[in-house]
C-alpha cells in the first residue's frame, strides 16, 4: 500500500548551514500491516510522518501510496481529496485538530459529505456506524470536544479518519498523551479497526510497550537514520545495533519482573470502554 525510496529532508540554516532531520529512508507497509517507526525526540519520525502525509514536502525521495506518486503535497482541491480517500493522519493532540464549535457527529457528517456521501439518511447512518465501531455513543457525538474526555476525543478523531476509508492511517503519537489505562484501551481498538477493515497503519512513537502490542515490524531511527529494523519480537528482543539497545535499556524496569517493553496494562477487548474513556 505504502512505498517510499530515498526520503530526504533538510531544513536550511543561517549563511547556508542546515539540519538533515531524515537522511534517505526507504520502507514498505503492506495492506493490514502495522509498522511502528520508534525513536528518541529529535530522530525525524514525526517529520517522516509528516512527508508520508502530504504535510510537508521532502528535499528529495518518492512516496507511492497504492501505485499513486504522491511525493509532493497536492495542490488542486481534487488531488488532496484524492490523497485523503488513500491515507488519513491522526495527530497526538486531538483537540488541538477538532474544531471547538462542532460537535463530533456534525465532524463526521462534514467528512462523509465531502467524500461524495450526499445522501442525509446515509450520512446519518454512517456516523452512527462510526460511532459504534470506536465506542462512541449517540450523546457523546451530540457533545461538544470540551465536553469529551481525552480518551473520547482521540475516538472521535479516529473515527473522522475512517470515514472515507483510507486504506492507510499514520498515528502520530496518537496514544502518549493518554493516561496507561485509555491509552490500553484506544490501543485495542486499533487492533480491533484494523482487523475488521485491513487498514495499515504507520505508527509514530516512542513507547516501546505500545509498538509491542500493536505492531507487526518496527523501524529505529537516530538522528535521521535508519540503524535497525526487522519483526517487532527480533528488534525489541534480540537488538542487534547498540543505539536499540540502549532505547531497550531506558525503559523501566516493571515490578512483576516482565521484559522491558512489555505492555503494562491492558484492557479486554470485549469490555465496553467506560464513559470517561
Known amino acids: ?109 462534514e467528512v462523509l459529505a465531502l467524500h461524495g456521501v450526499r445522501d442525509r439518511a446515509e450520512r446519518t447512518a454512517r456516523v452512527r456506524e462510526l460511532g459504534e465501531a470506536v465506542g462512541l455513543s449517540a450523546r457523546q457525538l451530540e457533545s461538544r470536544p470540551a465536553e469529551l474526555s481525552g480518551g473520547q476525543r482521540q475516538r472521535v478523531a479516529i ?6 476509508r483510507p486504506p492507510v492511517i499514520v498515528l502520530d503519537e496518537a496514544v502518549s498523551a493518554l493516561d496507561v489505562s485509555i491509552q490500553a484501551q484506544v490501543v485495542n481498538l486499533l487492533a480491533d479497526v484494523r482487523a475488521a477493515t485491513d487498514t495499515a497503519y504507520l505508527f509514530i512513537t516512542h513507547d516501546l510497550a505500545v509498538v509491542r502490542q500493536v505492531a507487526d515490524r518496527v523501524l529505529v531511527m537516530r538522528a535521521g537514520d535508519v540503524v535497525e529494523q526487522g519483526p517487532v519480537a527480533q528488534v525489541l528482543d534480540r537488538p542487534a545495533a547498540p543505539y536499540t539497545q540502549r532505547l531497550r535499556a531506558a525503559v523501566p524496569p516493571r515490578s512483576d519482573g516482565a521484559r522491558p517493553g512489555a505492555v503494562p496494562h491492558q484492557v479486554e477487548r470485549n469490555t465496553p470502554p467506560c464513559e470517561s474513556s
Open 1 to 109: 500500500m505504502l512505498t517510499v525510496s530515498g526520503l530526504r529532508k533538510e531544513f536550511p540554516g543561517p549563511r547556508g548551514s542546515g539540519t538533515v532531520a531524515v537522511a534517505g529512508l526507504d520502507l514498505h507497509l503492506d495492506r493490514g500491516e502495522c509498522l511502528a517507526i520508534v525513536g528518541e525526540s529529535g530522530s525525524g519520525k514525526s517529520t517522516t510522518a509528516r512527508m508520508i502525509a502530504g504535510l510537508l514536502a521532502p528535499t528529495a525521495g518518492r512516496v507511492v501510496l497504492d501505485g499513486h506518486d504522491v511525493s509532493r503535497p497536492a495542490r488542486r482541491r481534487r488531488d488532496r481529496l484524492h490523497r485523503a480517500r488513500l491515507l488519513q493522519m491522526v495527530f497526538q493532540d486531538p483537540y488541538a485538530s477538532l474544531d471547538p464549535r462542532q460537535s463530533p457527529g456534525d465532524a463526521l457528517a
Open 159 to 164: 473515527a473522522r479518519a475512517l470515514a472515507p
